[in-house]
């Protein structure tokens, strides 16, 4: 008979137990969901102040903003190509900084990202927001991108919206950004030797 009310303590225990167990993941659930709608606001937040004309606190705000927006890395990258896209001199400089600090927290998203702005076959980017690509790109080392930059120097001839001065200067920062990452290149080579 002393078995029974063991075995009986013992189920109950085990349920509680299971029951507490189910309860926390339950909790950490709605925590992540929490965290991550909060996060998602603050994101738009900053989208919505880099994209919007005066905010309180001048070209240090938006400054601010650029950095903190492209804290969220890989996620924060197609909505600073389109603020560069988008916007004027000032924002084009603003979404670089924030692409910069992408680049840094999260390299092969954003990377992946710049790729595809670089290597865009539809042209539905404006030069300059190209331009910009190729700048970040080789500033955070995105060594997958020599094949776009390559490809996008080839195409220069037929970007007939850019200048002859612009078209040169393009192919100069093409240029700049392909020795800086074969010479990247060729330091990571030398790394993994020794």
């Known amino acids: ?22 309860i ?3 909790e950490l659930d709605l925590k992540q969901a929490q965290f991550t709608a909060d996060a998602a606001d603050k994101l738009k937040e900053y989208i919505v102040t880099l994209n919007g004309e005066n905010a309180p606190g001048g070209e240090a705000q938006y400054q601010a903003t650029a950095l903190a927006l492209g804290g969220f890395g ?11 896209d988008r916007g004027d001199e000032r924002r084009i400089a603003w979404g670089k900084v924030g692409l910069e600090q992408a680049g840094r927290i999260a390299p092969d998203e954003t990377c992946r990202v710049l790729e595809a702005v670089i290597d865009d076959p539809t042209r539905s ?15 955070v080392g995105c060594l997958s991108a020599r094949g776009p930059l390559g490809r996008l120097k080839g195409s220069l001839d037929g970007m007939s919206e850019l200048t002859a001065l612009q ?3 393009f192919a100069a ?6 020795s800086r990452l074969e010479r990247a290149a060729s330091r990571q080579k030398g790394w993994r030797l020794n």
């Open 167 to 169: 078209r040169r200067d």
């Open 1 to 22: 008979m002393v078995r029974r009310p063991a075995s009986s303590l013992i189920k109950t225990g085990v349920m509680f137990f299971l029951g507490y167990l189910l």
């Open 24 to 26: 926390q993941s339950v």
């Open 74 to 84: 890989g996620v924060a990258a197609y909505p600073l190509v389109e603020t560069i």
């Open 125 to 139: 980017y404006k030069w300059l927001t190209r331009k910009t690509a190729v700048e970040v790109a080789c500033s």
């Open 173 to 178: 920062v093409i240029d700049e950004a392909l």
